[in-house]
């Protein structure tokens, strides 16, 4: 049992291209999460799915688009990096069923533009 | 809009001592609170959930508690351990997505 794993582990792009990054999971959640992670800033929710084919804008969407085609799959894309986007980003997902579901979360990708 | 609050940013302890980690939010309209360890590099382990009509969970060493009327839970660490030097983070949850605070730096010293 994998639990959330996310590809890559490392990049590093140059300003203005793009690439995606995979989060799987295998615990049949319905929901799954990007969070990107900056120093003294706790994480942030990027993106959110609450079920195959469903995505929605988190706390701060910007520079990113998500895809959900399969229950076990939530993809980040970033269409054109900036440095402002150098972080490190987790993937994280749960059951349904609201307060008594806990999230898991994957190892994170940790991603520097230059 | 949730903001949740972490203080201190940073704590050092002896070994062997009883310890508390706040963690304070906005909105008390929550559904739930999690408690996550997060060691350099690596991703957040969850340590505790308490549902928004629960007081506490406890968990080996562990006891979270859970005020809503105040915006506020506690993280206490019985006996710290050198190993249980880590970041603790909280985050608050709604029906759909988690706000997060910073984190506690926990260094534990032998």
């Given at each position: 049992n994998a639990g959330v794993t996310q590809t890559p582990k490392f990049r590093v792009?140059?300003?203005?291209?793009?690439?995606t990054l995979l989060c799987a999971q295998d615990m049949n959640h319905e929901y799954m999460y990007w969070y990107r992670q900056d120093p003294g800033m706790g994480l942030r929710l990027i993106h959110y799915s609450v079920g195959e084919g469903t995505t929605a804008k988190g706390e701060v969407p910007d520079g990113y688009n998500v895809s959900r085609l399969k229950k076990q799959n939530f993809l980040l894309g970033l269409e054109s990096a900036a440095p402002s986007q150098t972080s490190v980003y987790f993937c994280a997902s749960?059951?349904?069923?609201?307060a008594l579901q806990e999230q898991f979360f994957g190892p994170g990708t940790r991603l520097t533009v230059l | 809009k949730q903001e949740v609050t972490q203080i201190p940013a940073a704590?050092?302890?002896?070994?062997?001592?009883n310890l508390v980690l706040n963690c304070s939010f906005t909105d008390s309209a929550i559904y739930n609170l999690q408690w996550f360890r997060q060691d350099p590099g690596k991703g957040?382990?969850?340590?505790l959930l308490i549902q928004s009509?629960?007081?506490?969970?406890t968990s080996g060493r562990l006891n979270a508690s859970l005020d809503k009327s105040s915006g506020r839970s506690t993280l206490y660490i019985a006996a710290?351990?050198?190993g249980?030097?880590?970041t603790y983070l909280c985050a608050v949850g709604n029906n759909n997505d988690m706000r997060f605070g910073a984190g506690t730096r926990l260094t534990v010293k032998p």
């Open positions: 792009l140059k300003t203005g291209q793009s690439m749960r059951a349904s069923g609201g | 704590l050092s302890v002896p070994e062997g001592e957040l382990t969850s340590l009509s629960q007081r506490e969970q710290s351990q050198p249980d030097s880590a």
